[in-house]
């Protein structure tokens, strides 16, 4: 009984390797240059992103950085003191790649 409680407070509880997992499929399906050089999906997935172009419009970079904000804001939301050392490295790591992305808005204009 006690069991199932634990099983069914940490199914309703966001777990960090899940967000990792749907944020990078989002991440790499919203890039079809780079699903293809990753080889990143399988399937009738990757066969789709292998024939479409990530296109290279100041909607397309202003649109990856909200990505890059939406993702950085969830982020944020775990306790990274209840991480494993590989998920807070994790964590961490992708912490700076999403923070450069959105610190790139004010320059937008100068590429």
Do not use: C
Request: aromatic share 10%; net charge negative.
């Amino acid at each position: 009984m006690a069991s199932r409680a634990v099983t069914a407070q940490s199914s309703s509880t966001p777990d960090i390797d899940g967000f990792f997992r749907t944020f990078t499929d989002e991440w790499v399906r919203g890039n079809p240059n780079l699903a293809t050089s990753s080889r990143y999906f399988s399937g009738e997935t990757q066969d789709h992103l292998d024939r479409e172009l990530s296109p290279e419009t100041d909607a397309y970079r202003r649109a990856r950085i909200q990505l890059a904000k939406r993702g950085l804001g969830e982020l944020r939301k775990f306790d990274r003191s209840k991480m494993a050392d590989a998920q807070r490295l994790s964590a961490d790591l992708m912490d700076w790649q999403l923070d450069l992305i959105t610190k790139e808005e004010p320059f937008l204009d100068y590429t």
